[in-house]
């Protein structure tokens, strides 16, 4: 495993410790200029801690450290503050033809012994009707809710 020295100038370190004392900051963001000033090794340093002594103190994990370190090193001072970016991408599960199928049944007559459609009666149909293999009542309420569609009405 590569250990990272960060070395920090005194105009960074006087930001972190903007950072840290006052101002409306991300918990992230503060946690992340904590870690930068406990392990700076550079001559503007007052004292440095271990790995293990930060993580009692800020109770986090030793890879934390070691990620802050290594986007310090390697992406510089601004990218080791922010959050880093996700990797995952999501499916969007409703398209626009589910969306207006699920919309025409809405607007359409409730079934036999049915006095509205329900959310779950929804899901089902849309189901029933192959409009998608499966859908959560959940998903149909966020889609429905998206187009400003009562059920109350």
Not at 100 to 117: E, M, S, T, V
């Amino acid at each position: 495993m590569n250990t990272y020295k960060v070395t920090l100038t005194q105009e960074e370190r006087n930001q972190l410790s903007g950072i840290t004392r006052s101002g409306n900051h991300s918990a992230k963001k503060m946690l992340h200029a904590l870690i930068l000033l406990n392990v700076d090794r550079g001559p503007f340093a007052d004292e440095w801690q271990t790995n293990e002594q930060i993580c009692k103190i800020l109770k986090i994990g030793m890879r934390t450290i070691d990620r802050v370190k290594k986007r310090f090193v390697e992406e510089g001072f601004e990218a080791s503050l922010k959050m880093a970016p996700t990797s995952r991408k999501y499916e969007k599960l409703v398209d626009g033809d589910l969306e207006a199928h699920l919309i025409a049944l809405a607007c359409g007559q409730p079934p036999k012994g049915h006095a509205r459609w329900s959310l779950r009666l929804l899901a089902d149909k849309a189901v029933e009707l192959q409009y998608a293999d499966s859908i959560s009542y959940e998903t149909v309420r966020r889609t429905l809710k998206k187009t400003n569609l009562n059920l109350g009405k």
